[in-house]
């Protein structure tokens, strides 16, 4: 005799399906409105990077004013590095090449650098200031401004120091270490292969060569003459020249002033209001971008990953 179906049993089967249902329904509708809050809050942090960046990228450019341009060269000076010639010679275009200009201050805290990059700023706002002669540029020295530093800020018109600024170090270094000594007591044996007598020059695994070492000494010197004649040309008869100037010594912004080697006590804020007679001061700095700090680990990455990392560190004005 068949089963009769229990209209209790179909009641709480429907209920329970429809119950299904709605849970189902309701967890579509949270997980719809999470993705659509996520990417509404993806839309607008998107758009306020653009609003920065586009704050950043037109802020300076756009004031036609009488004003004074403000450089930041804060940091070691190295291609791709926080301070390098491409930004710095962006920043100074910028400033120069605005009707509202007055007059521009570099200001530095950096210990130095590239001797290369550092010569290439200079030779550019020497060129700018024969382009732009009613134009004053100064420096500004806060913490430190020392050897690659230096090499750009005697391009200034004037150099501007606090008494407690560190000012100098004109001198350059190569700078590496030796493993021989080690090698021999762990037993690790060198096993270099060149095609050219000199392709292993400076080898740190290797005993040091005294014809090389001589090579590099005279490269050293070379780059430090050249470093001396900038300095002279850009300090003239302010430079009292002593045999301790060019030796790699640094000084106070108090005695920097008294060698010649700085102008005036002033900060920057100073420079502009008392100087420059433009307090209005506009940052011309070339700020990296997030991408731009993408792009730079990329391509220190791939350096590295060919070895090319410390070749490009090589002569150090520091």
Request: contains cysteine.
């Amino acid at each position: 005799m068949a089963e009769q179906a229990n209209p209790q049993d179909n009641s709480n089967w429907q209920q329970q399906t429809i119950e299904k249902l709605a849970l189902s329904g309701l967890k579509e509708q949270k997980a719809a409105r999470r993705w659509s809050i996520f990417f509404k809050s993806l839309t607008f942090i998107y758009l306020f990077i653009l609003l920065v960046l586009a704050l950043s990228w037109f802020g300076a450019k756009n004031v036609t004013t009488p004003h004074t341009a403000l450089i930041d060269i804060n940091g070691v000076i190295e291609a791709g590095g926080e301070v390098n010639a491409d930004s710095v010679i962006s920043s100074l275009q910028d400033a120069y090449g605005n009707s509202g200009t007055k007059g521009i201050i570099l200001r530095f805290n950096t210990p130095g650098g590239s001797p290369v990059q550092a010569g290439i700023i200079n030779d550019e706002i020497m060129r700018q200031k024969k382009l732009h002669p009613k134009i004053p540029v100064y420096g500004v020295v806060e913490d430190i401004c020392a050897s690659g530093g230096y090499y750009i800020a005697v391009a200034t018109d004037k150099i501007y120091v606090d008494k407690a600024s560190i000012v100098g170090s004109i001198g350059v270094l190569m700078d590496g270490y030796g493993f021989t000594e080690v090698m021999k007591k762990v037993g690790v044996e060198r096993r270099l292969m060149t095609a050219g007598e000199n392709k292993g020059m400076l080898d740190p695994f290797s005993p040091v060569n005294p014809k090389q070492q001589a090579f590099a000494q005279s490269m050293l010197n070379e780059v430090h003459e050249q470093f001396k004649n900038v300095v002279r040309l850009g300090r003239g008869s302010r430079l009292k020249e002593t045999p301790e100037i060019f030796s790699g010594l640094f000084w106070s912004g108090d005695q920097s002033i008294k060698l010649g080697l700085a102008d005036a006590l002033g900060s920057a804020d100073y420079v502009a209001r008392e100087v420059i007679k433009q307090e209005d001061i506009v940052d011309y700095t070339n700020k990296e971008t997030v991408v731009d700090r993408f792009a730079k680990k990329l391509g220190a990455s791939m350096a590295k990953s060919i070895g090319l990392d410390a070749m490009t560190k090589g002569l150090q004005l520091r």
